[in-house]
């Protein structure tokens, strides 16, 4: 089993950067798949990005591709979700989730995941 916390989550302007961190604990924190989903207001939760045990493979949903950047340092059990070119749409709870097995670009559905953190909140104002 793993317990995640996130945080750098914050009020920032249309424009701008933000990363947010993915604090990963138990004893085999470094196999588990992760993802970063948000929910807005209202609305669903969504996947944003993905990566698998190592790093070596991610995935993004269409409206953050080359914006947003999934990573993890395995020796820190910490992933992060480095967000650039902010928009007001991405104004979510940020969420970081973990689940057992592999993990394949088509792994986008929340029910998946069965580790998840509290969630920092993303503000972005226009």
């Known amino acids: 089993q793993v317990q995640l916390v996130e945080s750098g989550g914050g009020l920032v302007q249309a424009g701008d950067s933000l990363r947010l961190s993915c604090d990963a604990s138990?004893?085999?924190?470094?196999?588990?798949?992760m993802a970063w989903f948000r929910q807005a207001p209202g609305k669903e939760r969504e996947f944003v990005a993905g990566?698998?045990?190592?790093?070596?493979?991610?995935y993004y949903a269409d409206s953050v591709k080359g914006r947003f950047f999934i990573s993890r340092d395995n020796t820190k059990n910490t992933a992060w979700l480095q967000m650039f070119s902010l928009k007001p749409e991405d104004t979510a709870d940020y969420y970081c989730a973990a689940k057992n097995g592999g993990l394949l670009p088509t792994t986008r559905d929340p029910k998946t995941f069965p580790y998840w953190g509290q969630g920092t909140q993303v503000t972005v104002s226009s």
């Open positions: 990566i698998n045990y190592n790093g070596d493979i991610t």
């Open positions: 138990g004893r085999t924190a470094s196999n588990y798949p």
